[in-house]
């Protein structure tokens, strides 16, 4: 759908590849790399580029403009303190920690958005994890305990309704993100 106008903001290099990559690539692919492993201060980056377009989404008259209606943002310091310090580190929480601030960020963005423009517009948000990690230093993950293999989705519905709003919600899966996009 040409109307669709998407964005990839990300500070793991795989993420854009696979954003720039077949027939349909992201009209807006921004990666910004971690100088000298801080992963907090490159999540800081890609959480200011996602408000970015968040900020720039009605001013979208062209083609080359800066936002998109379908925004895919990655932050990849919990991930990175996991795999280097393991799920039970000061490190993992502090990453935790920092993501849940980023995440409020943004909705504070959506919010301000919306308050400037009306509540006529529809904003569905996903927050997910792709794995937990174990718990211990030098493992992170890739075997099959409960740790490991936890991920969760929560989902803001676009319908106005606050039931569950920013909560994790054990209906929704992993397999269940596509196909929800899809249908918006």
Same mark, same amino acid.
Do not use: K
């Given at each position: 759908n040409s109307g669709i106008r998407t964005a +990839? +903001? #990300?500070d793991w290099k795989y993420i854009n590849?696979? #954003?720039? #990559? @077949?027939?349909f690539?992201?009209? +807006?692919? &921004?990666? *910004?790399?971690?100088?000298? !492993?801080?992963f907090a201060a490159s999540d800081a980056q890609v959480v200011a580029d996602t408000?970015? =377009?968040? &900020?720039?989404? #009605?001013?979208?008259?062209?083609?080359n403009c800066n936002s998109a209606t379908f925004i895919f943002s990655y932050q990849v310091q919990v991930d990175e303190a996991g795999h280097s310090f393991g799920g039970g580190s000061p490190e993992y929480k502090q990453a935790v920690t920092n993501v849940?601030?980023?995440?409020?960020d943004i909705m504070t963005a959506v919010d301000l958005w919306n308050a400037g423009h009306g509540p006529d517009e529809d904003w569905t948000v996903i927050v997910t994890t792709d794995?937990?990690?174990?718990?211990? *230093?030098?493992?992170g993950? @890739?075997?099959?305990?409960?740790?490991?293999?936890?991920?969760?989705v929560i989902f803001q519905p676009s319908d106005g309704s606050t039931a @569950?709003? !920013?909560?994790?919600? =054990? @209906?929704?899966s992993n397999v269940d993100i596509t196909p929800t996009i899809v249908g918006l």
């Open positions: +990839v +903001v #990300a590849d696979i #954003a720039g #990559a @077949g027939g690539p992201a009209d +807006v692919n &921004t990666y *910004v790399a971690p100088v000298d !492993g801080d408000i970015d =377009l968040i &900020t720039n989404a #009605a001013s979208c008259n062209t083609p849940s601030n980023n995440i409020a794995h937990g990690h174990q718990q211990s *230093v030098g493992f993950h @890739g075997f099959q305990s409960p740790n490991e293999t936890s991920s969760f @569950g709003q !920013g909560l994790q919600n =054990l @209906g929704f």
